[in-house]
């Protein structure tokens, strides 16, 4: 009997280690355009304060990577997901400035240019990261490797929008699980 008790406790902590382990990336099938996307499980976040609007108030830009691979046709994105802590109900407004952008990677410009604002600019049927919030947009933007391989070895990135009212967004704290989980993401593409 206590050994068949040993047994069942250390088949439950077996499970939920199981459970609890989340691979830092993640691949997934498009279920109508029939591509898969790898992609980084946590991506990088960077913001901006926007006190003249209200007290306390900031813009966010979640940053991940996308592989698309279409028959073997392999092809890398950069997904940002603007968002912001204040309530709008115009999208144009959390557009202004995206269409165009420019990432200084450890000071060194990185120009990206819009692919589209939904996941068909990539290729896909539906999102492959998901929305931080409901009314987060999604924008992407095409890149390489390389370009990707650039983020993840920067000491430093800012990201500007130009525009009539150009914003600058900084990284949020140091970011350790996002760093290493794009990390992984290029060694993941790199051996496959």
């Known amino acids: 009997m206590r050994n ?10 077996g499970l939920a280690a199981c459970a609890t382990f989340s691979s830092p990336v993640g691949e997934t099938l498009d279920p109508l ?8 499980n946590s991506p990088l976040i960077v913001y901006r304060d926007n006190n003249s609007r209200a007290a306390f108030s900031k ?19 950069l997904w940002f997901g603007i968002w912001s802590t204040l309530q709008t109900n115009n999208p144009s407004e959390q557009q ?9 990677v450890d000071g060194e410009p990185l120009l ?8 068909a ?14 009314s987060s947009l999604d924008a992407y933007y095409r890149v390489t490797a390389d370009q990707i391989r650039l983020i993840a070895n920067a ?4 990201l500007r929008t130009p525009g009539a ?25 790199s051996v496959q």
């Open 112 to 119: 990206l240019d819009l692919v589209g604002w939904t996941p």
């Open 165 to 189: 009212t150009p914003l600058e967004f900084a990284l949020w704290g140091e970011q350790k699980a996002a760093r290493a989980d794009l990390n992984e993401f290029l060694h993941y593409i």
């Open 155 to 158: 000491n430093d990135i800012v």
């Open 59 to 77: 813009n966010y830009v979640s940053i991940g990577p996308l592989e698309i691979n279409k028959s073997g046709d392999y092809r890398y994105f």
């Open 96 to 104: 202004d400035g995206f269409d165009s952008v420019v990432l200084l």
């Open 121 to 134: 600019a990539i290729g896909t049927s539906e999102p492959v990261y998901p929305k931080p919030f409901a």
């Open 4 to 13: 068949s008790k040993r047994l069942t406790v250390l088949a439950m902590l």
């Open 33 to 40: 355009t029939a591509v898969t996307a790898t992609y980084s």
